[in-house]
């Protein structure tokens, strides 16, 4: 054998085993832009959390709350004043240093008056903020805050540079292990490895997020392994094929989705309790589960995950009716029904349910005239404009139950009490109680019939079976790259 052939085995033989360190990996919905701080859209963080954006603290795959960029940090006796050291050798992936007056910084932008945080009220109790040092940051509160290390970990919480704020929704640069490289509009975000990580670097050297919004060619896209994985695969009716097939594994896991029927409480009719009550009973829970999910999905009756420890089982008290659905429009003064918007946006949940809720509710007399939106269109229109009387949408923040204290949040349910218990439970500390408190919260909601609450939210994913490493829960809407790795 002559060294020329020797050398060109060897080198064949070395790329065929070769570890991949590439993903392409696809989700249903783009993000409407990159900045996770000015934005309710949970697809920002699908592609942005922890791979591109980090912050003091972060949640796992269980949902626990772990260090983030804050390594350890002390908390006062009073439970006022919080001490975090932050990681030594953080920089930002423009190349500048992240130090305590980027925290500062951060908190600051998120808490301010003009903030477009989606979540300011996460930020509610900070009195203020202080660089103690370029490795400490010191937070004192106005009250104790039981939830505050876990509100920090949100992605609404990430540590950003003042020098990015400019172009940071179309040129994101964090802290994380990967770096933003390109957005084809439409199509597909790329992200490469971050090589001046500060902490442990990921298998990956780049990903690509591909953005596919049909069920159908979500399927296709998978079966030919044009992509690696879909995470929240969107048609659950072709799991099984999946299953069947050994070049794939199916993961089913559960998230923080409470996936409600929302409903305008300001608007009428539904300022009124008795027809919002009407709506709840005219909805079978099970029907639509099946219909639209598959079977994927676990029955709700408040806005809380059943995988909760806090959670209470409310479903009795909106169960199907449509008897007493009826009697309730007409002791409301709507005996022959009405009409009202129901605005979808686009994922399958939404668009397949709500032709399901239509019927349900034609069923009791009350129509609705039907509007599929685009998700940047649905913001706009639903969320930030409260034009809409019904709307379907999945909420996957985590523990977000605090939404119904705030009267100018979409659904606009206004309630003192409730707002009273909310403030008492940021205050308190104590598990027991806090429990107690949340379990309050859940019955005043339910009682209310702010909205009609649907099922929980499941979590499949479709992936190439030697991949490994890829969340199966989704304690919060991520997409966390940094420990999958392709096996051999």
């Not at 960029?69 to 908390?75: P, S």
């Not at 980027?102 to 979540?119: G, I, K, P, Y």
């Not at 022959?336 to 605005?343: A, I, S, Y």
């Not at 939404?350 to 034609?362: F, P, S, Y």
Request: charged share 20%; aromatic share 10%; glycine share 6%.
């Amino acid at each position: 054998m002559t060294r020329l052939t020797l050398a060109a085995l060897l080198l064949s033989s070395t790329a065929a085993f070769a570890q991949q360190t590439d993903l392409t990996i696809a989700l249903q919905l783009e993000p409407p832009h990159l900045d996770p701080t000015s934005a309710a859209a949970g697809a920002i963080d699908s592609v942005l959390y922890t791979n591109v954006f980090e912050g003091l603290t972060k949640f796992t795959e269980t949902g626990a709350v772990v260090p983030g960029l804050a390594r350890e940090w002390e908390i006062s006796e009073d439970g006022l004043t919080y001490t975090f050291h932050l990681a030594e050798g953080v920089t930002f992936h423009d190349g500048t240093t992240m130090d305590a007056e980027d925290v500062v910084f951060s908190l600051n932008r998120a808490r301010a008056e003009d903030s477009q945080n989606a979540q300011k009220a996460l930020f509610a109790s900070i009195a203020s903020v202080e660089a103690t040092d370029p490795q400490t940051v010191t937070v004192t509160l106005s009250q104790p805050d039981g939830a505050f290390l876990f509100n920090m970990a949100w992605g609404d919480a990430v540590i950003v540079a003042p020098e990015s704020i400019e172009n940071i929704k179309q040129q994101p640069i964090g802290t994380g292990p990967f770096k933003f490289d390109q957005w084809t509009q439409g199509d597909s975000i790329h992200l490469v490895a971050n090589d001046a990580y500060w902490g442990d670097k990921p298998a990956l050297t780049e990903a690509t997020f591909k953005f596919i919004s049909d069920p159908t060619a979500a399927f296709a896209a998978m079966m030919a392994q044009d992509i690696d994985a879909f995470a929240g695969f969107p048609a659950p009716e072709n799991l099984p094929q999946f299953e069947a097939d050994p070049r794939f594994t199916v993961l089913v896991g559960s998230t923080e989705g409470e996936t409600i029927l929302a409903m305008n409480n300001q608007q009428p009719p539904f300022d009124n309790v008795k027809v919002r009550e009407a709506v709840a009973h005219a909805i079978n829970r099970q029907d639509i589960i099946d219909g639209a999910m598959f079977g994927l999905g676990t029955p709700i009756g408040t806005h809380f995950a059943p995988h909760n420890p806090d959670y209470v089982d409310l479903t009795d008290m909106s169960d199907f009716d449509p008897e007493k659905s009826k009697a309730l429009l007409a002791e409301a003064g709507f005996a022959d029904g009405f009409t009202t918007t129901l605005k979808l946006p686009p994922p399958s949940y939404a668009r397949r349910g709500g032709e399901i809720i239509a019927a349900q509710l034609r069923a009791v007399g009350i129509q609705t005239e039907i509007t599929n939106l685009e998700w940047a269109q649905w913001l706009e229109e639903v969320f930030r404009g409260k034009d809409f009387g019904l709307t379907i949408v999945s909420h996957t923040e985590p523990a977000d139950i605090n939404i119904y204290a705030r009267p100018d949040y979409y659904f606009q349910y206004d309630n003192a009490e409730f707002q009273s218990l909310i403030d008492t439970l940021g205050a308190t500390a104590e598990p027991a109680e806090r429990s107690s408190l949340l379990k309050q919260a859940q019955e005043i909601i339910a009682k209310d019939y702010v909205n009609g609450y649907l099922f929980q939210l499941a979590f499949p994913t479709v992936a190439d079976a030697r991949l490994e490493g890829l969340w199966v829960n989704a304690p919060t809407q991520a997409t966390d790259l940094t420990g999958v790795r392709w096996t051999d």
